[in-house]
């Protein structure tokens, strides 16, 4: 047995690091891998779509529910700036940008709308939420989302302007307290 593991210690390794990493208990270490690089490439890449290419958001109709029960309805934020964020506690990439968004709600909170968006179990997003210290608005979806808002894709974030064109459509992790976001609201703020 001694020399079965001394000649495939290796293999062993890495078939140990493959497991881990692929498995609950490797979330973690898959955020930490996948927040760095989104930093990378939230720096290379811009967010911010074309002004041409803008889609405008004609149906802002959409009720959601938040953790504590209360309705809201995505129109009644009509000429403010908004951050919708579909996400979920078991999505890696999810996971990676939490501590940036709660990074920008503590600084724009007052300023910009925030909407995270989830239909991952209720408990579990409380616990998630709790065990992190987040403070951020998680809702889910009493109503259809409108087809500009609609994603298959986890994690996806929208910043929509105040005339209601949606200017980020993000699919994917990205550093969402860089100084280029901050610019961004900051422009759609004036």
Known sequence: MVEFL?????????????????????LPV??????GVSMIT???????????DQVH??????????????????????????????????CPPCVAEMPGFQDLFDAYGDK????????????RVQNFIQDKGYRLPVYYQASRAPLELS???LPTTYIIGKDGSIVTNKS???????????????KLLQ
């Not at 898959?30 to 927040?35: G, P, V």
């Not at 995505?74 to 403010?80: D, I, M, R, T």
Request: aromatic share 14%.
């Open 151 to 153: 994603s298959n894709s």
């Open 112 to 123: 910009v709308v925030f909407l995270f968006i989830t239909n991952d179990d209720r408990e």
């Open 42 to 52: 939230t720096r290379i890449f811009s967010l911010e779509i074309d002004k041409e």
């Open 30 to 35: 898959r955020a930490t891998l996948i927040k």
């Open 6 to 26: 001394k000649k495939n210690v290796w293999n062993i390794l890495f078939f140990g690091f493959v497991l881990f990493l692929f498995t609950p208990a490797g």
């Open 172 to 186: 994917g992790a990205a550093d969402w307290n860089s100084g280029k976001v901050r610019r961004l609201l900051d």
């Open 57 to 90: 958001l004609d149906n802002n109709d959409w009720e959601l529910m938040s953790l504590d029960g209360q309705m809201v309805n995505l129109s009644s934020f009509a000429g403010q700036v908004v951050v919708v964020n579909l996400w979920a506690t078991w």
